[in-house]
């Protein structure tokens, strides 16, 4: 709902600044681990959730979580890129990850839901940050290795 967007608008600039102070990896890292744990269980109580006040508290609790990747995850792939290789290091992966994962999610989704499983989306979900999770500890913490400095 509108309030709960609301809240994960605020909660953007919040996040940055966390960034900044602590790093973009390990905010990615918390992004992860908490993913990892809270979205199967996110996504079954939702599917049980009568009360509105309850359900907005938990789909808060997943952009809560999101956070952690959508306030950095420009910045972070900009520090990944020296200026000379930027937009194709950035924008590449970003369209073949969105193609790939964003673009057939609503195919996976329907297709577990066809087979009975409709559960299985959610472990897929939980699968993908789990990939993201491995990315995010092993790339260069950028705190120490940006290549914005360079520009």
Avoid: C
């Amino acid at each position: 709902n509108a309030a709960t967007l609301f809240v994960f608008m605020l909660l953007q600039p919040i996040a940055g600044g966390l960034s900044d102070r602590v790093g973009r990896k390990p905010l990615m890292i918390a992004f992860g681990i908490a993913g990892v744990l809270f979205t199967y269980p996110i996504f079954t109580a939702l599917e049980t959730a009568t009360n509105p006040v309850y359900a907005g508290l938990l789909v808060m609790a997943a952009l809560l979580i999101v956070t952690g990747y959508t306030s950095i995850n420009a910045v972070v792939k900009a520090e990944l890129f020296p200026a000379h290789i930027r937009a194709l290091g950035v924008a590449l992966p970003y369209a073949l990850a969105n193609t790939l994962f964003g673009g057939t999610a609503e195919y996976v989704a329907l297709k577990f839901k066809d087979s009975g499983f409709e559960r299985g989306f959610y472990w897929y979900v939980t699968g993908m940050i789990a990939v993201s999770l491995i990315v995010y500890l092993r790339m260069k913490d950028t705190r120490t290795n940006s290549q914005i400095v360079e520009d």
